[in-house]
């Protein structure tokens, strides 16, 4: 498939989500084990179903976009001539390129960036990411098996109700607490371990930049000299992660995209951490119902699934200008932040569309509120919730990282949907002895 990328300054051009219909990223290893030869893999991968979904981004892309989806039999629900149309359907590969050739022939500026941008969508979505990521020294090879993180919360008031602060422990206690819970992770299979510092459940007050450094840094320090796990650290604030990496921090998990700080691009770009970038909206009504925790309501996006990755890679985009290079960049659909739990139950099914941002792709359903009011059930009884939405989010989209309370339960969950899928590498992570 031709390589051809859009510029950085053209990304902006088009909205594109491509899923594969019947999770094409493991057709060809299921093809070739059936004893299919190359022909008859190409035919067959030419002839699958995509699920795509466009939008334009400016008034010039209007009529492009409108042009190849009735060229495709698309239907727009929107008025083709203004910005924000949108055209959805399900076509086969053979017809989207078809269609894309043209655009490529095309002499018209819109319709040609289309045809770039069209075509990165699908590399981006149907084929494997192309790079390692290194996290501390461990090299990640992307597609062979799903991560999985640990979640360590230095926080008394963790709406799971595990921080190592919870009912007021001493810092030192909660130190202990953290290594504990940390060395019982990594024994239990954990890949990475992510620690934080504030709350970041629906509602939490803030955590100033003194307080989180003092329940973080002595944490990090004594996990270090505990565990060589990976450790990323849970914050947002450019002086927390700068001091994190330099205690021993391997990469940032910042909910902002690096967007509440401005110092944070500049962090990053400095060092060699990976960093996540979360979609995150907080400007919706927090709602709280006895027992079950907060959870937002009232939120509305004009298009679910097409906002969030429009989001997304914008802040990529961001980031790589800023010097960040693309294997450093992770994504994250940020369920639970600024989504109602109808729409983060969306999120859950149409993940595949985020494959099309061609990014690592991370998700957290750990014990979040979309779990517990579809199941009426408080945080310390979601585990089961948990693993059943981590084996389905699996199954759709084939996630490289998911973030978990419960490590051995969030493995085996993924260890027998990458099972299921035709996975037949045992291992993405590298040790340096291993390499």
């Known amino acids: 498939m031709n390589n051809l990328r859009p510029t950085q300054e053209h990304r902006r051009a088009y909205t594109i ?14 093809l070739i084990e059936l004893g299919l030869g190359p022909d008859k893999l190409i035919d067959q991968l030419a002839r699958s179903s995509l699920v795509v979904r466009a939008r334009s981004r400016g008034a010039a892309g209007a009529r492009a976009l409108a042009d190849l989806g009735h060229s495709l039999g698309l239907p727009t629900g929107d008025d083709p001539s203004q910005p924000g149309a949108v055209f959805t359907g399900c076509v086969t590969i053979r017809e989207l390129e078809q269609a894309i050739g043209a655009l490529e022939a095309s002499s018209t500026p819109a319709s040609l960036q289309l045809g770039v941008e069209m075509r990165a969508a699908i590399a981006a979505a149907l084929e494997p990411i192309p790079f390692t990521s290194a996290i501390g020294d461990r090299q990640i090879h992307w597609g062979q098996r799903t991560l999985v993180m640990g979640i360590i919360n230095v926080t008394p008031d963790s709406f799971s109700g595990d921080g190592a602060m919870s009912g007021g422990r001493a810092v030192e206690r909660a130190i202990r607490t953290a290594v504990e819970q940390a060395l019982a992770m990594e024994e239990d299979g954990a890949d990475i371990l992510d620690v934080g510092a504030e709350s970041t459940r629906p509602g939490a007050l803030p955590v100033d930049e003194d307080e989180e450094l003092r329940r973080l840094i002595p944490v990090i320090v004594a996990i270090r000299e505990s565990s060589r796990v990976p450790l990323s650290v849970d914050t947002y604030k450019s002086a927390v992660a700068r001091a994190a990496l330099s205690e021993g921090a391997d990469m940032i998990n910042d909910i902002h995209g690096m967007q509440r700080d401005a110092g944070m691009a500049a962090t990053l770009a400095a060092s060699q951490a990976p960093v996540v970038l979360m979609h995150n909206r907080l400007d919706a009504t927090v709602s709280t119902q006895s027992g079950l925790g907060n959870r937002y309501v009232g939120v509305r996006y004009p298009d679910l699934m097409l906002d969030v990755i429009e989001a997304l890679a914008d802040l990529r985009d961001a980031a790589q200008a800023q010097g960040i290079e ?47 009011y579809t199941l009426g059930l408080p945080p310390e009884q979601r585990t089961i919730g948990t693993v059943a939405t981590l084996a389905y989010a699996v199954a759709r989209c084939g996630a490289d990282i998911v973030r978990v309370h419960d490590v051995r339960a969030g493995l085996e969950a993924v260890t027998i949907a990458d099972a299921a899928l035709g996975a037949t590498q045992p291992s993405g992570i590298a040790s340096p002895e291993e390499r």
């Open 326 to 372: 693309q294997p450093r960049l992770f994504v994250d659909p940020g369920l639970g932040f600024g989504k109602t739990v109808e729409q983060s139950l969306r999120i859950i099914e149409r993940a595949g569309t985020l494959r099309t941002l061609g990014q690592p792709l991370l998700l957290g359903p750990s014990r979040k509120s979309f779990v517990g």
């Open 17 to 30: 989500g491509i899923e594969d219909a019947g999770r094409l990223v493991r057709l060809p290893a299921l």
